[in-house]
């Protein structure tokens, strides 16, 4: 199958973050499919980075944190023949409060979207990219990433997953053509404290810097074949901290950090 553009599939494509790395590819001319659970806002975006940008943007509406949603993505690439170039897996989201106290299915949802998901679109489409020997897959994971998270403990054991899983995978793959970037964000303007419930923690008081910039610097990181990049200043010292003092106390640090305001 002959593409004219490259073509990039971007998971949580329906708002914040996601939607910024797919405007930022379009600009670049790729092609994209939009995967998101939203059909109206995922329509929406592709209507409008088509249009203002000259691409074609397809919609893949898909609950990822459902048993088997991943693979149905996958199933469907595949069976378009779709040959991607970029694969950003960018969908999850965080959920706030005690391990005691929060609702299992919530977090085996979570587990399900932010850690399962992921794996299962790599492992199905990493693949053909290294049957062609070029490629580009970037995972969305957070400075939480180095971390233990105390009061999100869930959450945070699921971005250190995706950050060891980002940099283990990038090593296997050296000489390969293919590259893995792992995107580690601070506190970004988003619907992720609102879904998390962390409006009441201390760290809500922390700001916020806009999507679009985190975005312009995964895309850039991840072409560069930079295998973790960490937008601002702030957040590359911060999570140089953990090498610094022991994990106990990080634990301790964090919490007080995250305890109800």
């Given at each position: 199958?002959?593409?004219?553009?490259?073509?990039?599939?971007?998971?949580?494509?329906s708002m914040g973050i996601g939607v910024d790395?797919?405007?930022?590819?379009?600009?670049?001319?790729?092609?994209?499919?939009?995967?998101?659970?939203?059909?109206?806002?995922?329509?929406?975006?592709?209507?409008?980075?088509?249009?203002?940008?000259?691409?074609?943007?397809?919609?893949?509406?898909?609950?990822?944190?459902?048993?088997?949603?991943?693979?149905?993505?996958?199933?469907?690439?595949?069976?378009?023949?779709?040959?991607?170039?970029?694969?950003?897996?960018?969908?999850?989201?965080?959920?706030?409060?005690?391990?005691?106290?929060?609702?299992?299915?919530?977090?085996?949802?979570?587990?399900?979207?932010?850690?399962?998901?992921?794996?299962?679109?790599?492992?199905?489409?990493?693949?053909?990219?290294?049957?062609?020997?070029?490629?580009?897959?970037?995972?969305?994971?957070?400075?939480?990433?180095?971390?233990?998270?105390?009061?999100m403990a869930v959450y945070y054991a699921t971005?250190?997953?995706?950050?060891?899983?980002?940099?283990?995978?990038?090593?296997?793959?050296?000489?390969?053509?293919?590259?893995?970037?792992?995107?580690?964000?601070?506190?970004?303007?988003?619907?992720?404290?609102?879904?998390?419930?962390?409006?009441?923690?201390?760290?809500?008081?922390?700001?916020?810097?806009?999507?679009?910039?985190?975005?312009?610097?995964?895309?850039?990181?991840?072409?560069?074949?930079?295998?973790?990049?960490?937008?601002?200043?702030?957040?590359?010292?911060?999570?140089?901290?953990?090498?610094?003092?022991?994990?106990?106390?990080?634990?301790?640090?964090?919490?007080?950090?995250?305890?109800?305001?």
């Open positions: 199958m002959t593409q004219p553009h490259p073509l990039a599939l971007i998971t949580g494509a790395i797919a405007a930022v590819l379009a600009e670049k001319g790729h092609d994209l499919v939009l995967v998101a659970r939203s059909a109206d806002k995922l329509q929406a975006v592709a209507t409008a980075l088509g249009a203002k940008h000259g691409i074609t943007a397809h919609v893949l509406v898909a609950d990822l944190a459902a048993p088997g949603g991943a693979d149905r993505v996958a199933d469907e690439v595949l069976s378009r023949g779709w040959v991607l170039d970029v694969l950003v897996n960018n969908a999850g989201y965080g959920l706030f409060g005690a391990v005691t106290e929060t609702d299992p299915a919530d977090e085996l949802n979570m587990i399900q979207l932010n850690v399962v998901a992921l794996y299962r679109l790599t492992k199905r489409l990493l693949p053909a990219m290294v049957a062609r020997k070029r490629g580009y897959i970037m995972n969305v994971a957070s400075t939480a990433a180095f971390f233990s998270g105390p009061l971005k250190n997953f995706v950050l060891a899983f980002s940099e283990g995978l990038d090593e296997e793959l050296k000489g390969s053509g293919v590259h893995v970037s792992c995107l580690c964000p601070g506190p970004t303007e988003s619907e992720f404290r609102k879904r998390a419930g962390s409006g009441r923690s201390k760290l809500s008081n922390r700001g916020q810097v806009p999507s679009r910039p985190v975005a312009e610097a995964g895309v850039a990181g991840m072409f560069a074949g930079k295998r973790l990049v960490i937008p601002g200043a702030k957040n590359r010292f911060e999570t140089s901290i953990p090498r610094l003092l022991p994990r106990t106390m990080m634990a301790g640090i964090v919490h007080n950090t995250q305890a109800a305001k």
